[in-house]
């Protein structure tokens, strides 16, 4: 018998009871198009989340209060451990690699314990505050589009200006003008938040999300208005605290030499042996946020491996139902000369021809369902990155040729394993016995 | 007729163990059989033709023994190699037919050669089916065809492989008298026109009729092993069937 031979005699097996084989099949197809469907959404989400991170400049680096641990990101209210006063210190340095510094507090935003809202006329908006300096624009590449920045005017002043994200302006004001116009900026749980009344000098640049929570959605006010007005974050020292500070290098290859210097800097600076801040650049960033992905996509396979696996396990059956209703079948087969390897051979291909239909079918409809997804559901990975989440998400499902290989090698994979139980069982059955049987 | 022996069992015994007992299927068999002979091996339940039958359709061992099959011992033969031996050198009949409901005709007469690795094997499947004169339902399944005409695509996939020896098991047993005789027929012109070697397994007189030798087995041991003159040549007239009622062959003891 050729393989050829083999095959058509699966396929003339499997057609005799095509509702069976239909049903059988139907497990596979379910397992492979969740591969398909939830390897897609979750590399969609992978590049997503690395294209947002690289869009938020990369010469960029961060430093934190807190020390990290295990590469997550520092855990908020760690210690009031990053002051205004750092950021000066390193400008003053006059280190060369270095760009700009701009330093920020934040209150609000997903995660936060003390809500921000902006309010206009009756109508709030959730917001993050971000309590900055001038600086901020040049730093993290991001630019008024309306009226104008934070100036230092402003800072000395203390002024209550405020510069919204353009998201902000959108729900606050539609398409009307907000420039000079009063908001109110509450922060704080309920009845215990502060509440302060700040002009609308500009609204900043469209970065082009189209998700919930990120840079459109943020208000930017001087950082000492700020410190004087939301009080709980005020630093009994005197200093002022700050939640991050941002850097811009002139060139990535220093980026290096640049956590060395302004590690050492800032140790001699705050007396500690142990770090009590952390610095990452963007790299460090891309790199926790891989790590992430990567949780995540072992997640999403190992939830579809399992349906594979309850597939199989049908195969597995049916296929031991076959083999016992074709007993005689096979005692026929031996007694004209078909060896152990012969029916071993056609019931493996049996259990491989459905698996790997069934395969191809949930490849197919695995494609089908990513389709319908994209264009209905948001499937949204949201990566905390510091106070600017990442998100991705909407039509970001991303079908590699890689997993569509893989699933149909799946399905043969299952078809291999749970297929030769059965087919060892039909080629040991004695012919005397298989003949004799009804 | 070729002389030359087709199978030679020397002093073949079969024991299973039922428990701690042990039950003797066969004591000691001898027997050849020639090229070109038609023969019946006859016995009651439990006499131990049916074991005998598995043993010389190589579907079976003998637990002491040798049997030689076209002058090759068969007796240590492993399993693929027994496979073998059946496909090339054996065609079997059963009494409920054993075919396969899927396949046409034409494919059931074709299998074994597709175990033989044959290409040409629709061919040969066409030739076996016309010798037996179903070359006009070659397209049909077994439900589509009628007992006799069942029976005749098994004959014709027992003799596509031009084996050493057809085995046939009770081969009218399923059948009406009138079936039974034609696939007789067949089975004797087989043997009378193209020579085929044939032994009938069987309980039934009126089987045992047609051939030219009756062995008779009982308790495991071959009883009587005497010639027959067919019933139809009795009556001269070849072409007119047999009666039903054979004639009672002479046991010994």
Known sequence: MTLLDVVITALVALRSNILRTLLTMLGIIIGISAVITLTAAGQ?????????????????????????????????????????????????????????????????????????????????????????????????????????????????????????????KD???????????????????????????????????????????????????????????????????????????????????????????????????????????????????????????????????????????????????IMLVSVSERTREIGIRKAVGAKRTDI?????????VVTIIGGLLGVALGLGITQVLSRTIDFNLNLLVWETEVSAGGNAYVITPFWILAGIAMSAVTGLVFGVYPAWRAARLDPIEALRRE | MAQKTAIRLRHIAKVYKLGSQEVHALRSVDLEISNGEFLAIMGPSGSGKSTLMNIIGCLDRATSGTYELDGINVSHLGDAQLATVRNRRLGFVFQSFNLLPRLTAIEQVAMPMGYRGVTNRKQLAKVALNLVGL???????????????????????????????????EPTGALDTKTSHDVMEIFRKLNEDRGITIAFVTHEHDVAAYTRRIVSLRDGEIVSDVPNVPSYEQQHSPAAPPPIAAPRTEHAS
């Open chain 1, 44 to 168: 969609g989400a992978q590049q997503g989340v690395n294209d947002r991170i690289r869009g938020l400049g990369s010469n960029l680096m961060f430093i934190r209060p807190g020390t990290v641990k295990n590469g997550a990101g520092p855990l908020p209210g760690t210690g009031p451990s990053l002051f205004l006063e750092d950021a000066n210190a390193i400008n003053a340095q006059n280190l060369p690699y270095l760009d700009g510094v701009a330093a920020q507090g934040t209150v609000g935003g997903a995660g936060s314990p003390f809500p921000a809202q902006v309010i206009y006329r009756g109508q709030n908006v959730s917001t993050t505050l971000v309590g900055t300096e001038p600086t901020y624009q040049f730093v993290r590449d991001f630019y008024v589009d309306e009226g104008r920045f934070l100036s230092d005017d402003d800072i000395t002043k203390k002024a209550l200006t405020v510069v919204l994200g353009s998201n902000v």
């Open chain 1, 171 to 317: 729900k606050l004001f539609g398409s009307k003008e907000a420039l000079g116009e009063s908001v109110r900026i509450s922060v704080g749980p309920g009845r215990f938040g502060v509440g302060f009344n700040f002009t609308v000098i500009g609204v900043m640049e469209t970065k082009g999300a189209t998700s919930t929570n990120n840079q459109d959605d943020l208000v930017f006010v001087p950082l000492p208005s700020f410190q004087a007005r939301v009080p709980f974050i005020r630093n009994p020292r005197g200093l002022t605290n700050v939640s991050q500070i941002n850097l811009k290098l002139k060139d990535k290859s220093k980026e290096k030499e640049a956590v060395l210097e302004i590690t050492d800097l800032l140790r001699k600076r705050h007396n500690v042996n142990e770090d009590d801040f952390t610095i990452q650049s963007q790299s460090d960033v891309l790199s926790t946020a891989t790590e992430v992905d990567r949780t995540l996509n072992v997640l999403l396979v190992s939830i579809a491996l399992i349906s594979l696996i309850v597939g199989g396990i049908g195969i597995m059956n």
């Open chain 1, 344 to 352: 071993l051979l056609q019931f493996m291909i049996e259990a491989l």
């Open chain 2, 135 to 169: 070359g006009s339902r070659m397209h049909h399944r077994p439900t589509q065809l009628s007992g006799g005409q069942q029976q005749r695509v098994a004959i014709a996939r027992a003799i596509v492989g031009n084996p050493t020896l057809i085995l046939a098991d």
